[in-house]
Structures are given as C-alpha cells and as structure tokens.
C-alpha cells in the first residue's frame, strides 16, 4: 500500500471548528497525518470533529492569551510532540464601518488576527528550527488584495499577513522552513453566509469560475504547500479565489 503524504507527521491548525479549518483539518487527517486542533468557544463541534477523526486532538486556546498560547504548545514539546506544519487559519471579522469603531474593537480583530498568529508561530517555530525542517501556511483573504466591501479592520489584518509571510520565509530559510499564504475568495459557506445575495452574485459575475469556492478547495491547497510536492515554493501567496 502507498504511504499517504504525511504518514508520521503532525499537523496543528488554529480555529480547527470553522468552516475552513474543519476542511483543513479533515484534508490533514486524509492524507495520514496527526492532526491538532485549535478551539475557543465551539466545544460541541471540537467533539464531533474528534469523534469524526479518531486520534485527533482538540486544543482549547484562548488566542488572545500569548501567556497561555506559550504555555499550550511548551507542554505539547514537552509531551514528546513534534508539530511538523503550522496552519495559521483562526481569524475573525466584525461588520461595523470605521466611525462606529471604539478601540477595544480594533484591540480584538488584531489580537486574534495578527498578534495571534505571531506569537502562535513564534512557539511553534522553535520546535522546527530545532528539527531544521518545517511548513507554515497561513490563511489569508481576498479581502486583503481586493476592493471590496468588507469591514476595513479585517481587510487590514489579511493585508498585513501578507507582509509577515514573506519576511518570515526569509528569516526562517536557513532552517529548512517554508512560509507560504493561501487566499480564499468567497466560499459558499462560513462567512459568505452573512454576504447579501446581491453582493454574491457580483463576485460570480466577476470571477472567471463563475461560482464561489469550497472549503476543501482551499485545504487542498494548503495540504500541497506543506507537502514535499511543493519542495521549491517559498513565500508565496496563492490564490483560490476562482479567478478574481
């Protein structure tokens, strides 16, 4: 029997329960590998979701916690784990227009949406250096290279992971560490669900697929970049958007 793609490798992903990275989680799980999950307030799909996969492990992290992010994957490498891929997936929006915002809303998209991601890596990254080898995909958004109507502060965040991808593939490089991103468009559920129909059928009528994407579209691509069929891809942002 052929070996499958990441036989003996372990894979964490952030905000395992949502739409995408419930399909992030599953492609993982597929291809052979030890799959990590991340959750926060959805403990009954966390259940479903290990239940669905035997063997799988459901992290609770409050990732607005570094004290508690460190301590969580300290504990893990102290367990004798060894996380091979980083999905850098958790992110949240928000649907009030600038004016309206206070700080303590600008505080929240940042802290799960960049500062989380930072200092989720920066754990996570000392175990690769050690073994001089890794993958880290982080999950971007459309919404970050496009004009659309999406709420500033979130475009914000998703336009800055850009930034971090490619200046962390450079200074992770001597350690055998690939950093890539992928960018979604608008998926038929998840978030899209919340997007008016009329601004729906304008991405259709705009994106060449003439449809919008699937949750296993983008884990297959994020599955490809932590593979070794993806060996010379480096901080890189691919796109899975339908042609946008």
């Known amino acids: 029997m052929k070996p499958k793609i990441f036989e003996n490798k372990t894979v964490l992903v952030s905000g395992g329960t949502g739409y995408i990275g419930s399909a992030i989680c ?10 990590w999950f991340t959750y926060h307030k959805n403990s009954q799909k966390a259940d479903e979701m290990m239940a669905e996969m035997p063997d799988s492990n459901a992290l609770y992290l409050d990732l607005r916690d570094t004290a508690s992010i460190n301590k969580a994957i300290e504990k893990l490498y102290k367990e004798g784990i060894t996380i091979d891929i980083l999905v850098n997936n958790a992110a949240m929006s928000q649907v009030m227009p600038l004016p309206m ?11 799960i949406n960049i500062k989380s991601v930072i200092f989720l890596t920066k754990a996570v990254m000392k175990g690769m250096i050690r073994q001089k080898e890794g993958a880290i995909i982080n999950i971007g958004s459309i919404a970050g290279h496009r004009v659309l109507e999406v709420p500033v ?7 800055a992971l850009m930034g971090f991808t490619t200046s962390l593939a450079n200074e992770l490089k001597r350690f ?13 559920e998840g978030v899209a669900r919340n997007v008016p129909e009329d601004l729906k059928k304008d991405f ?6 003439q449809r919008t994407g699937k949750a296993s579209e983008v884990a297959q691509t994020v ?6 069929q993806s ?10 958007d339908g042609g946008i």
């Not at 599953?26 to 799959?35: I, K, L, P, S």
């Not at 259709?204 to 697929?209: A, F, P, Q, S, V």
């Not at 599955?223 to 070794?228: G, Q, R």
């Open 26 to 35: 599953r492609e993982f799980y597929e291809q052979g590998a030890t799959v």
């Open 101 to 111: 915002l206070d700080e303590e809303d600008v505080d929240m998209i940042l802290d």
């Open 153 to 159: 502060t979130y475009a914000t965040t998703k336009a």
């Open 176 to 188: 055998n560490i690939r950093v890539n991103m992928v960018v979604p468009g608008m998926m038929e």
């Open 204 to 209: 259709t009528d705009h994106c060449l697929m």
């Open 223 to 228: 599955s490809f970049l932590a593979s070794a």
């Open 231 to 240: 060996s010379y891809i480096n901080a890189q942002s691919i796109f899975v």
